[in-house]
């Protein structure tokens, strides 16, 4: 089943005088429950495609379609609530709220339901295997740690879709494998659909597909 459809997608960021095609004419298909890597040299265009993805920004042209909607045409509080619903995002650097502990964290992004309902929380941190660290701030937590309570905040909605920008970029090497072996456990078991940007090669190898970003397309 088709869940994401990218047509001609292009984002164009202007510098100066000069135009960067950060994406350019980018086609994709991806199906439900795919794993898949995207590769490219730094400043190819990766994360602005996944933030193009992720509702968190508009591309310049182009379509990107999710379960057969175009989401470009949503206005921002339908993409706002999109996001919420359907995508999870893990980024390189974690962006845990230093103030909140694990918990409180997976807690704060509990979407609709209102934040009183924090049904689920202690059994996504079981999930990642954090369910005994659950009350430390993150600054206790090894950085491996850390970015499982970003999955476990990601995974908090049920999202269709996982985004997740380097997401082993800031860990060794066994820890991001960890990390890894983790998402590719959450896109087998439950079906959900997972696209990792990564440097990482290794990793890249482990995908059900890979794709290269170069000159704002994939190939
Ligand atoms: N907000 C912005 N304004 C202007 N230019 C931007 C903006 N965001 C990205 N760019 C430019 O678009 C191009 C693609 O950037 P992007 O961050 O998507 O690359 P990347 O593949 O993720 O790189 P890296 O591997 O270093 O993270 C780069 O040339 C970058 O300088
Ligand atoms: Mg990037």
Avoid: W
Avoid at 10 to 28: C, E, F, N, P
Avoid at 47 to 54: F, R
Avoid at 76 to 95: C, H, M, T
């Amino acid at each position: 089943m088709v869940l994401i459809e990218i047509s001609n997608l292009t984002k164009l960021y202007k510098s100066g005088r000069s135009t960067i095609r950060a994406v350019d004419g980018l086609d994709l298909i991806v199906h439900k429950g795919d794993f898949l890597a995207i590769v490219g040299p730094s400043g190819s265009g990766k994360s602005t495609l996944l933030q193009l993805l992720g509702c968190l920004d508009k591309p310049t042209s182009g379509d990107i379609k999710i379960d057969d909607k175009d989401i470009t045409r949503l206005n921002d509080r339908k993409l706002a609530d999109l996001r919420q619903k359907k995508i999870g995002f893990i980024f390189q650097s974690f962006n845990l709220i230093p103030t909140l502990t694990a918990r409180q964290n997976v807690e704060a992004a509990i979407a609709k339901r209102g934040r009183n309902d924090k049904t689920g929380t202690l059994e996504v941190l079981e999930k990642v295997g954090l369910a005994e660290r659950a009350n430390q701030l993150p600054s206790l937590l090894s950085g491996g740690e850390q970015q499982r309570v970003a999955i476990a905040r990601a995974l908090i909605n049920k999202p269709e879709i996982i985004l997740a920008d380097e997401p082993t970029g800031n860990l060794d090497s066994q820890t991001g494998k960890m990390i890894f072996d983790l998402l590719h456990q959450l896109s087998k078991s439950e079906n959900t659909t997972v696209i990792v940007v990564t440097h990482d090669l290794s990793i890249a190898g482990q995908t059900d597909k890979t794709y290269h970003l170069k000159d704002g397309k994939l190939s």
